[in-house]
Every structure is written in C-alpha cells, then in structure tokens.
C-alpha cells in the first residue's frame, strides 16, 4: 500500500505547473486506435490511469511508446481481443474501449470498469447509444458484448448529460455510416478535446462543447498529432492548497476560463486572485474567511471532481457553508475523516453542512477515492503536526509527480510503500 506522510502547516510558495488533462487523456487513448495509422499525443500525464490504458494497448497488440510528455500509439497490428476483467477494473475509464472497438471493428468485448466507488456508476446511457447506433448488446455476469453488422447515424437523446456517454457515442458514431446527433450531450471541456482529435485524425464532428454534437461518419481515420488541454481539476486542486497555504503561489499553464466557477467562489469567500492568460495566482487570503454554499453540475457548473478539496477550503471560512452533491451519490467519504482531523461536518442526505473556522490537527486518513486523496492532501498541508494518508495509490491515478510539486513549493511532503 502507498502512504503519503505530511508535517504540515507550512507556507508554500513559487509556482506550480499544471499536467495534461487525465479525464482528456483517458479517451484520447482509446480513441487513437480508431485509426490504423500512427496518434503523437504530447502532454500526456504520467499517472497509474495512463498506465492502465496502456496496458490494455498492449493486450491489444497496439504499440505504444512514452517518451517524456508524450504517447506514440501505433495500431498497425492491432488485434481485437476480449479486454479482460483484470485490465478493466483497474479504471472507469476503461470503457472508451467499448466505444472505440465497436467503430473500428463493429465488436467489443470487455468486462465492467472500475474507478472510484463514488455511487453506483451504471453504464446504461452508454449501452442505448451503442444499440441506437445499430448495435447488439449482450451482457453475461460482468462480460460486455457489444456488436453490429454496420454502424448507422441516429438521433440520441442522453437522458443524463453524461460525460463518459458523449464521448464513447462520439467514439462510436465517427466511423458509423451517416450522421449521428447527439442531445442534452456533456460539455466539459475534455469532450471538446476529444472531438478536436478525432477531427484532426479526418473525422467530421461539429458543436462538440455545446448540448447538441453532430458527427458526421467517415469510412477512415488518417495519422495525427494532438496536446491533452492542461488538467482543470489538477489546477483547482492546487488552487484551492495556494488558498489554505499559499504564499505568492503561482499556478502555472492553466485555462482559467475552465475554472471560472472555482474562481468565483473563492472571489466570493474575499481572497483576492490574479488571473492572467494560463495562469492563476493568490495574492490575498483574509484573516476572516467567509463561508459560501456550493452545488455542483454539469459543466459549467461547479465540478463534482473539486467538492471535496473545496471542503477543505471550508473548513476555515466563517460561519456555515453547505456543499450539495448532485452527481454522485457516494462522494461524501472523506467527511469522517476531515472530521477526524478537526473539522466539524454533518452530511445529510447529499449536503454537507460545514461549521467553520476549525483548527486541523494532524493524524491517520485514508483516501477513499481519488478526489477524496486530494481532500486529505490539502488538509494535512494545513493541519499542523504529522498526516499519514493510507490508500494513497488512489491520489496517484489522478495527479502527477504531486509529491514533487509540493515539494518544490515547501511542502514535507513523501511517499512510502508499506
Ligand atoms: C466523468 O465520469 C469523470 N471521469 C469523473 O471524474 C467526473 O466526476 C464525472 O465525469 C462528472 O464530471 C472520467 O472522465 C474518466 P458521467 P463519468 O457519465 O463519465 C450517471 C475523477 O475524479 N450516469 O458524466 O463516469 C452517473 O451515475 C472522476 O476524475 C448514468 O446514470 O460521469 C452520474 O450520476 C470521478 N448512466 C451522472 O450520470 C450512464 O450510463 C454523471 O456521470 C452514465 C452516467
């Protein structure tokens, strides 16, 4: 198990860079064996959910080469075999595979994805899109077959703007003959990069960062060269430390406009930011913190992916703040242990009421999930004394060399095996 060790309670400053968009880049992957010809992909993090897309590449005899910052996927010779459980698991977003197998060869077989245990994280949407595209779907115990004898264009309506549904339709409908419309689709700023790949690699998709994405099929996809868009949720992270124990902490290589909800919000609480071109930077926290209410949503709304740092910031804002959850069911699990930590948090049904100002004091957490990791970095940077955070390899799925960045801005922060 990894464990991250912290002596907090100390002021970090100098500047942070941001790395390539992880929920970008876990669809760019799979996406870039729509092709038979050779994807550059640059600024690819280098987190485990990277390496477990690459896995699966190899099982799918695709060759992949990382050199610093960037991919080359070569699918030459690919071969489409079953993705096993083994490799599925690893990640939720494991599940573009479906989408990009059944456009490319019109069959995939894999089992269910994993990811974070933050609600019950069906795949339904996903699945209608497919047979709404002409596809056959099978499902024994935990195995999807997903086939069609050809893939035409259809009207479909996503009941949810899901992310993962947007991109493994699109993913899906660009090699589908016709044209596909997709409505209510998500528009998060990673399906837009997305769609700007596939587009460089010949593919005819239109409106992608709106509600309404029109995809207009090709019979081939042709070599490219792609960047991953920096990571807004990496970049909220860090924003959010700079605020609770920052001084003078830049953070660099940032799309602010990607932000702005998070922006407003700590505007709103009185600490005074800069917010330049690609980047972001505190200049002033208040003594006197004011407490705020925050609801997450669909892009633009306020990410569900930053809730639970944010939660942090709260903890030391005057008075009650309320975090309401609207996306997941199961994305309060690190409240017990903030509260272990010193806050005073009650979760009822899916809002958090937060009492603040609480001093945090350093002890033994577990990061539940990825984002609920990033919680209990940012607390135990607060916290005075020692934070030991158990199940640290979530953290690490999600945030590159995190314990360098910190570390370059005066944090004491590492990283042990046990
Ligand atoms: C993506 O998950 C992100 N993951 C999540 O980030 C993020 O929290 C989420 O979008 C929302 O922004 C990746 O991009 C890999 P959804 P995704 O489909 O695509 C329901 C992180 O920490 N739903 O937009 O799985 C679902 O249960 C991760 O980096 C269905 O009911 O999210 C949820 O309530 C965690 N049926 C809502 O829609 C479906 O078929 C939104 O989910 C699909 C989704």
Redesign the pocket.
């Known amino acids: 198990m990894k464990v991250i060790e912290i002596e907090g309670g100390r002021e970090l400053t100098g500047q942070i860079r941001i790395s390539g968009a992880?929920?970008a880049t876990?669809?760019l992957i799979p996406a870039a064996i729509l092709t038979d010809e050779e994807a550059t992909i640059c600024n690819v993090p280098e987190i485990t959910d990277t390496d477990a897309l690459c896995d699966i590449l190899k099982e799918l005899n695709v060759n992949v080469n990382r050199s610093t910052e960037s991919l080359v996927i070569n699918p030459q010779n690919m071969k489409n075999v079953e993705i096993q459980e083994e490799f599925s698991k690893k990640l939720?977003?494991s599940y573009y595979f479906m989408g990009a197998l059944l456009g490319k060869y019109k069959k995939a077989v894999m089992y269910f994805p994993g990811?974070?245990s933050?609600?019950?994280?069906?795949?339904?949407?996903?699945?209608k899109g497919f047979e709404a595209l002409g596809a056959k779907v099978t499902n024994e115990k935990n195995k999807y077959t997903v086939e069609a004898e050809e893939l035409h264009g259809a009207n479909i309506y996503l009941d949810?703007?899901?992310?993962?549904?947007t991109i493994n339709i699109m993913l899906a409908a660009v090699r589908a003959k016709g044209k596909t419309v997709i409505d209510n689709a998500?528009k998060?700023p990673?399906i837009v990069n997305v769609a700007t790949f596939l587009n460089n690699m010949g593919a005819k998709i239109t409106g992608a960062g709106t509600s309404t994405i029109k995809i207009e099929g090709v019979d081939h996809l042709h070599k490219c060269f792609h960047e991953v868009i920096p990571d807004r949720?990496e970049a909220g992270t860090y924003l959010i430390i700079a605020a609770l124990c920052g001084k003078d902490l830049r953070i660099d290589n940032v799309i602010p406009e990607h932000i702005d909800s998070l922006t407003s919000k700590l505007e709103e609480m009185g600490i005074k930011l800069d917010i330049g071109i690609d980047y972001v930077r505190v200049l002033e926290v208040p003594k006197k913190l004011k407490a705020t209410d925050i609801k997450t949503a669909?892009?633009p709304g306020f990410?569900?992916?930053l809730q639970q740092p944010f939660t942090v910031l709260l903890t030391q804002a005057e008075g009650i703040s309320r975090v309401t959850e609207t996306?997941?069911?199961n994305r309060f699990m690190h409240v017990p242990y903030l509260n272990a930590l010193g806050s005073d948090i009650a979760v009822e049904n899916q809002t958090a009421k937060i009492q603040g100002p609480t001093e945090l004091k350093g002890c033994e957490v577990v990061a539940t999930?990825?984002?609920a990791g990033a919680a209990m970095v940012a607390a135990g940077l607060k916290a005075t004394g020692k934070t030991t955070i158990t199940n640290s390899e979530h953290i690490l799925r999600?945030y590159e060399s995190i314990i360098e960045k910190l570390t370059n801005v005066g944090a004491k922060i590492t990283l042990k095996e046990i």
């Open positions: 992880k929920n876990v669809a939720r977003a990811g974070c933050i609600g019950a994280r069906p795949i339904d949407l996903h699945l949810i703007a899901s992310v993962g549904a998500a998060e990673e949720i669909v892009y990410a569900t992916d996306i997941w069911e999930d990825l984002r999600g």
